[in-house]
Structures are given as structure tokens and as C-alpha cells.
């Protein structure tokens, strides 16, 4: 029998879905544990600083490896809505076996899969336990009341915005050598001789 057809969604490789605590490949019968799907990522340590919780990201492009579907099928399938800070949007988390909340972000088309441990950061609010947007004093990503970091800019009441060549920890030239590099915490030695800044007077 024929059908008439809409031009097909771009096709995942696998079909997932999840199955109690593990994640079904439909058209295989193999079972994934997401735990271990995570340990099989290389994850990246985020910089501290200006508010930013600690936490960890994997950049993925599409299709995505089966690790970063199978996590991204759970917190699609367990996982709930909640605000953090200032966003002025929920996000969708779900905290695994190992302790750790997973979310995934997209930032100027960069697809991100990030972790963190549950004692890093207060959790995010529930929005199924009526958790609403806070009008935000600072960055939203900071706690409430956190100055702007260096390189954003006021651009109207309210907004700002970020900009690179505002931004004094860029091109942060070493007192030691003179080599220039990011100061992305206040004390980060430079990466060429070691010398470590005078902070904040050298900023
Ligand atoms: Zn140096």
C-alpha cells in the first residue's frame, strides 16, 4: 500500500527508548546504561569564575554519538522542568545513579551536554512544584545579586550584553614574560613562565 509522505525528519541512526533504568535500542534489543554511557564521554571541566557553577560539558554535533543519545533520550523520558537563577526559561534535568544532574544547552547552534554533582550548586526549581521565572538582579547564571563580569556591557536598562574587546582578561599580558593570554580566573598563572598575577591590581 502506498502512502503519501511529508519530507522525512533528518533520520537518527538508532531508536531509543527508555526501559526502567536502562535505554532500549528498538531495532537491535541492546540495552544501554546511562551511567555508563556517561563514563564513555570525555568531559570537559568548565572554567569557574563570575557565579558559573562547577560543572562539566560534552560538545556534540548531529548525529549525535550513541553515549550523548542515550542520555539525551533519558532526560528527555525522566526528566523535569525547572528554572536556574535568572533564566528566563526552564530547562529540562535529570539527576542519574551516579549523582550527577545532566541538562543539555545549545548556544549559537553549539550543541552542549553538561553534568554537575548534586552538592555543587542549589538545585534548579521545579516547575511541577510551581517553580516561576525570578526577575534577576546580575547575570542570570550567577547567584542573585552577582556583579556583571568584566566585558559586559549596559546597552539598555536591564540588558546587557557581552563584549569580547571590553573584556580586560583578554589579552592579559604576563608581567613575567609578557606573553598575552586569558585571564579567566583572577590568579590563573600564565600558561608560558608560570608567573602568577598580582590580582586584582594587575587587571
Ligand atoms: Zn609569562
Redesign the pocket.
Known sequence: MSELRRSPAPKSPVELQLDGDEVLDVSTGQRHHPVEMAGQLKWVSALPGSGMPAHQYVVFGYPPPLPVQVLLTVIKARGYNAYFRGYPSPMRYVELADNMRYWRTVLNRTHMLNRCTLDSVEPPRRVDQGAKRIPWDGPPWAPYGSPWPPGYVEISPGEWVYRSNLDPRRGFE?R??A?RYWLSVPNRP?P??G?VPRAPADI
Request: hydrophobic letters at 0%.
Open positions: 604576563c613575567g614574560c606573553h600564565c608560558r613562565c608567573t
